[in-house]
Each structure stands twice: as structure tokens, then as C-alpha cells.
């Protein structure tokens, strides 16, 4: 959020591969808050520099400007910065036109044509699911999910985001196995989750 040039924001978004944490995992109150205290540093900054200026509005194109930047970096952030109110200058979201058992039975069919994610790593994600209180999502019980060990993985992602989980350096071992092995998935199955785990909250 204070990256004053693309390659230092750039360099920031790398750290996720040397540090434990994700982006799309970092829960959307927080991008919100994030934005705020720029608007705000912002506006004050432009207040002592231009006294006759429109500072708000000013501010918010710096935002905009700010918000479309580190989504060229992470397209999939455009969900939760939707629901967390960030500004930014692309459209509004379209309905869905896939469902979720339908990206799972692709995803199982990808999955069958190369090295797939353990099974174990779908124990371990059923596990911390409803130890949470997350039941394993209606779309999937005509799957064998514990066949499928990346089949979970975008709903853990999504808890993260809607600060329903903290992940632990396990999960984050599993969710970047899942990433890697199916991006296209996990990124697609967590922008329809994660309006249904904040929606649940409200």
C-alpha cells in the first residue's frame, strides 16, 4: 500500500514465496482498513500542500490509481476488494456463470492427467475446515473428496479471507501445492466462496 513505483509494489507481492503468508488469504477487513489509512495519510498530506485543492477527491483518484495497480499484480484480489468497498476503476462484478461442482469436476478432471496434490492434504483440510465449524460445502459430497487432496483448498483460502481461519504453516504448504498445480481452480472457486463465508458473518 505505500510501494511508491511499480517494481517496489511488485517486489513487496513477491514476498508471499519467501514469507509464510498469501495475499488472497489476507482477510478483506484488513484491505479495507489498509485503504482507509491511505486515503486518509493522503488527504492530509494534500490539505498542507494544496489548501484550495480538492483534497477528497484527489485522494480517492490516488486510491483508485493505488487499488489498480496491485490488482495487475493479482487479478483474483478484485473480490475481495468488491466486497471491502476499495475503489478501483474496472467494472462491477458479473454474476457467475460457472458453479462450484462444476469447477471441482474440471478440476478433477485436470487433476487426473498430472501429478495431483495428496490425498492427505485433503485430510488435513477437511480436518481444520470443521474444527472450525465449516462443513464440507454441499457441492462437493457427490465427489470423493478425500481422493482429491487440492479439491478443498479454495475453501480454506476463502476462511482465511473472511477471518474465519488463521492459517497455519501446514495450510500454507497445502495451499501453495494447490496453487501450483491448479491455479485457474483455487482462484475461481474462491472468488464464489468468499461472498458466502462473509455473507454468513453479517
Excluded at 32 to 54: C, I, Q, W
Excluded at 78 to 104: C, K, Q, S, Y
Excluded at 160 to 186: G, N
Aim: proline share 7%.
Amino acid at each position: 500500500m505505500s510501494a511508491t513505483s511499480a517494481e517496489e509494489r511488485s517486489a513487496i507481492f513477491a514476498l508471499e514465496r519467501e514469507l509464510p503468508f498469501l495475499w488472497l488469504a489476507f482477510p478483506v477487513p484488513a484491505w479495507s482498513r489498509a485503504f482507509y489509512v491511505r486515503l486518509e495519510r493522503v488527504r492530509a498530506a494534500l490539505v498542507a500542500a494544496l489548501p484550495d485543492g480538492n483534497h477528497s477527491q484527489l485522494a480517492l483518484d490516488d486510491l483508485i490509481r493505488c487499488g489498480d495497480a496491485i490488482l495487475a499484480l493479482e487479478p483474483s484480489l478484485d473480490i475481495p476488494f468488491e466486497i471491502g468497498g476499495v475503489p478501483r476503476n474496472r467494472a462491477a462484478l458479473a454474476d457467475a456463470v460457472i458453479t462450484l461442482g462444476e469447477l471441482a469436476g474440471a478440476h478433477i478432471r485436470r487433476s487426473s492427467d498430472r501429478d495431483a496434490a495428496p490425498p492427505e492434504d485433503a485430510s488435513r483440510l477437511a480436518a481444520r475446515l470443521t474444527d472450525h465449524g465449516l462443513e464440507i460445502p454441499q457441492e462437493l459430497r457427490r465427489f470423493d473428496i478425500l481422493s482429491h487432496g487440492g479439491l478443498l483448498s479454495p475453501w480454506l483460502l476463502a476462511a482465511s479471507a473472511a477471518s474465519r481461519i488463521r492459517l497455519i504453516p501446514e495450510d500454507l504448504l497445502v495451499l501453495r501445492r494447490a496453487l501450483r498445480e491448479d491455479p485457474d481452480y483455487v482462484t475461481q472457486a474462491y472468488a464464489l466462496i468468499l461472498p458466502q463465508y462473509l455473507k454468513t458473518l453479517t
